[in-house]
């Protein structure tokens, strides 16, 4: 391994050490105990100053060694540029030789690149297995609420003609006309299933680009806000700073929010003073919108099932609200959160990703 002055390079990082220790540890010996590859580059003489017992052993599965530039050719072939810009941290994920690589890029004060890698191949696999699990029960629930929400209208309609047919003869006109309005009833409801089948389906392909979440918001707001009024429903938005932009797909995530704001709304109805605020905050890499109502609440088990598909605390619901919700805010790596306290309301966090200008 091409490994030279690693103790001095280091050196300036040594702790100091504790009380009635006789050995001074320093990070460079503290790195060659991680499970994570570490490596780190001195890209002005082209060499690899340290890499550690982890680095050499994902190197080799891939086929490499701690050369310098025989890793930075694998890493251009992978589209990796061994020279990340300053104060910036870059993750790659990469295939080799069937094995999954995730590296980390960033560059140390004095100019010399740090490279991480971790081989999550395992990871992965176990993964894909709980996510195959996860998706075969999601699938029952899935079947199971279709065969019921189409099952007892199509039930219905039978009935519903059988009767009619045999009593044409019999029933007046008005008779006539108020069995053909149930069936056209039913109809209706299963029109608005296969509709929300159809939303679960929509955007397929997330395209997500950086929106200043102040003008999305405000365009939200203008079209919500006459709905609510009708409804003699309060709202109160706390807006954010001008700046904050946020990676996003502004279709997906205003039905997202539209849905969210729906149930707030449902929520609400019958409340002496039926409020929604939303209110926004950065944390760390997420800028979080908070919508929050004073509405009926829920209980903790009814918390619990809010993202079983077709689960419904709603008379005329179907369960496929919260679902395509989380669908579209997983695929723009967004997060949903729910909390809720029976007769005092719920709250609704969404985690937006910022963009890198915001970090």
């Known amino acids: 391994m091409n490994q030279t002055n690693t103790e001095s390079t280091f050196s300036r990082h040594c702790l100091s050490p504790s009380a009635g220790s006789s050995d001074a540890w320093c990070f460079a010996r503290i790195l060659d105990r991680l499970d994570d590859g570490v490596i780190v580059a001195d890209n002005s003489h082209r060499t690899i100053i340290f890499c550690n017992d982890a680095a050499d052993e994902i190197l080799r599965t891939l086929g490499l060694s701690s050369d310098y530039d025989l890793l930075t050719r694998f890493l251009d072939k992978k589209n990796i540029i061994f020279n990340p810009p300053p104060q910036q941290r870059q993750s790659h994920s990469v295939i080799h030789n069937n094995r999954i690589i995730e590296f980390s890029l960033h560059a140390l004060p004095d100019g010399s690149i740090c490279l991480q890698a971790r081989d999550t191949t395992e990871k992965k696999r176990l993964e894909s297995i709980a996510q195959t699990v996860n998706t075969m029960d999601n699938l029952g629930f899935i079947f199971s609420g279709i065969r019921h929400e189409i099952g007892n209208p199509l039930n219905s309609i039978k009935m519903t003609n059988s009767v009619l047919q045999k009593n044409l003869d019999r029933f007046s006109r008005e008779d006539i006309s108020r069995y053909i309005d149930r069936t056209a009833s ?29 003008d999305f918001l405000t365009t939200l707001l203008d079209l919500i806000k006459p709905d609510l009024a009708r409804k003699n429903i309060n709202i109160n938005c706390e807006l954010p700073p001008d700046n904050i932009q946020v990676n996003i797909d502004p279709r997906a995530l205003h039905q997202a929010m539209l849905n969210i704001i729906s149930n707030a709304a449902d929520a609400v109805s019958g409340q002496a003073e039926p409020t929604i605020d939303i209110s926004t905050f950065i944390h760390g890499r997420l800028a979080w919108v908070i919508i929050e109502d004073n509405g009926c609440g829920m209980s903790d088990e009814q918390v619990k099932m809010l993202f079983q598909p077709f689960y419904t605390n709603k008379v005329h619901g179907n369960g496929l609200g919260l679902v395509i919700t989380q669908k579209f805010l997983t695929m723009m790596r967004a997060s949903l959160d729910i909390s809720s306290q029976l007769n005092e309301g719920s709250i609704a966090r969404i985690g937006l990703p910022l963009t890198h200008t915001n970090e």
């Open 186 to 214: 039913e109809v209706t409801r299963m029109e608005y299933l296969l509709k929300s089948l159809k939303n679960f389906s929509m955007f397929e392909k997330i395209d997500c680009n950086a929106h200043l979440l102040n």
